[in-house]
């Protein structure tokens, strides 16, 4: 099931915003603490007034919620509401021993959510307070703060130790964002989504998780792909593949995946038997490591951006660079682009690099550490210098790639050429994709340069990607970025 958690000051706003919904939502949380005081008195007749199941939740403040009535208050309130009948669940924290509102739940036919709220981290003995929670409820529920790809799979595992608990299982917060869309590899009976204005950390809205992910339709029988990074929840990508599968009927889904490192990140691959997934920020070369089987290009750049799982082994691949040429090759091929500067000297960076000299542009790499630019200048045979001589090129170079993260969240107001002055003959690319218009290209308009932008080459090399993960072409009537 997806439930979407109401969060509105008045029943009227919680009923327009479950109409706005219905097509998304399988239930639905109604939370008491949220509601203005007047319109709490009102809660109890909510059950009537929709078709769908109904969980009541009067959240403490010490939980995350907004009720700071002393806790005798607060369970008399719970039990009023709960007889105006119709409640399906009502949600009980762990550490409320009284059984008064538990008793009043069970005789009114009401299902009772044991939940559990910890918004520093997770408790190491997580197994056994899941456990716990179910022999004093119908539903147990833990609502944790991961922080690492290790707590991750510590929330995956959960499902493997208590598999016929009926339970809900949350990540909250960027770290947990992959366990409310794949709830259902948890084990979990529901996720929460919200109406488009998170309630709690890392809340997906209900209309993505149902029809960008198709959370609820998650089976035993769908692959999983993803990308991983960090930061990585910007990421369009999922935009991309996901309709793209849909499109062609592919029983997959697409997952943004924070990380802390490549090697975690692969153990937690294995553990969700991913077919394959993007690589973004910063693990790019990093990831090549860790490959049985690298393309030529791979081996060539030094970096890759596609894996794929192969019989016995991952198998990496590129296609930044084939992403990155295509929106400029009618220049390249006209000759108006001859020599570029290119910022920047990390893994995209050096597809970039090795795709311009493929195409015999004259490059030279600025980058703030200078070793770095040399190294990489060293590799492809091209020229280098640090980004404090950036003004020196003023005029003198065709295109200028801001290959850098800078520009991207939370950097927004970053441009890393600040003190460059476009001529406006220059043809200013920007790999960054959100947002559309960075700092960088927005200074580069204004001197009347010709704009390229990160989310042409991101679509193209995504469209390569969904190749490498399908076998199938890109549908050519779908353009999920428009």
């Not at 947002?435 to 080459?457: H, Q, S």
């Amino acid at each position: 099931m997806i439930c979407l958690t109401l969060s509105g000051p008045t029943i009227e706003d919680n009923l327009l915003d479950l109409e706005a919904n219905k097509d998304f939502v399988d239930i639905c949380e109604l939370r008491l603490d949220l509601l203005n005081p007047e319109e709490q008195a009102k809660a109890s007749t909510f059950p009537s007034l929709v078709n769908i199941p109904v969980i009541l939740t009067l959240r403490r403040v010490s939980d995350g919620g907004k009720c700071n009535l002393q806790e005798k208050a607060r369970r008399s309130l719970l039990m009023e509401t709960l007889k105006g009948g119709g409640f399906s669940y009502v949600d009980i924290e762990d550490d409320v021993k009284k059984s008064d509102v538990e008793e009043c739940a069970h005789s009114l036919g009401v299902k009772v959510i044991r939940s559990f709220h910890d918004f520093e981290g997770i408790p190491a003995d997580i197994f056994s307070k899941v456990h716990s929670l179910s022999s004093r409820g119908d539903v147990a529920k833990i609502a944790v703060t991961p922080h690492s790809i290790a707590d991750i799979m510590t929330l995956f595992r959960v499902n493997e130790e208590l598999k016929d608990t009926p339970k809900i299982i949350i990540g909250m917060g960027q770290w947990g964002v992959c366990t409310r869309i794949l709830y259902k590899k948890m084990g979990s009976i529901l996720t929460f989504g919200s109406n488009g204005v998170a309630v709690a950390p890392g809340m997906v809205s209900a209309r993505d998780l149902k029809l960008l992910y198709r959370a609820d339709r998650i089976n035993d029988n769908t692959g999983i792909y993803g990308i991983v990074g960090n930061p990585v929840m910007h990421s369009l990508s999922p935009q991309i593949h996901n309709p793209g599968f849909h499109r062609i009927n592919y029983n997959a889904v697409y997952v943004p995946f924070l990380s802390d490192s490549i090697r975690s990140f692969l153990t937690l691959a294995e553990m969700l038997r991913l077919r394959g997934f993007s690589v973004t920020v910063p693990f790019k070369v990093d990831v090549v490591r860790f490959l049985g089987n690298i393309t030529r290009e791979v081996k060539q750049i030094g970096s890759c951006n596609t894996v794929v799982r192969v019989p016995n082994m991952w198998k990496g691949t590129n296609t930044d660079f084939y992403g990155f040429l295509n929106p400029i090759e009618k220049e390249i091929e006209d000759g108006r682009i001859t020599s570029a500067l290119v910022l920047g000297a990390g893994g995209a960076a050096k597809a970039i690099v090795w795709a311009l000299k493929m195409r015999s542009v004259k490059v030279t790499i600025l980058n703030r550490t200078v070793s770095k630019a040399e190294d990489m200048a060293k590799l492809y045979g091209v020229a280098y210098d640090s980004m404090d001589n950036i003004k020196n090129y003023e005029g003198k170079v065709d295109l200028v790639v801001q290959a850098t993260s800078l520009g991207l969240y939370p950097n927004e107001d970053v441009n890393p050429a600040e003190d460059f002055e476009f001529s406006g003959k220059e043809v200013a690319y920007d790999i960054v994709y959100a947002p559309k218009y960075t700092k960088f290209l927005r200074a580069a308009e204004k001197a009347g340069c010709t704009l390229k932008f990160g989310i042409d080459m991101l679509m193209e090399q995504g469209k390569l990607q969904f190749e490498s993960f399908t076998g199938y072409h890109y549908p050519k009537n779908l353009d999920p970025l428009s």
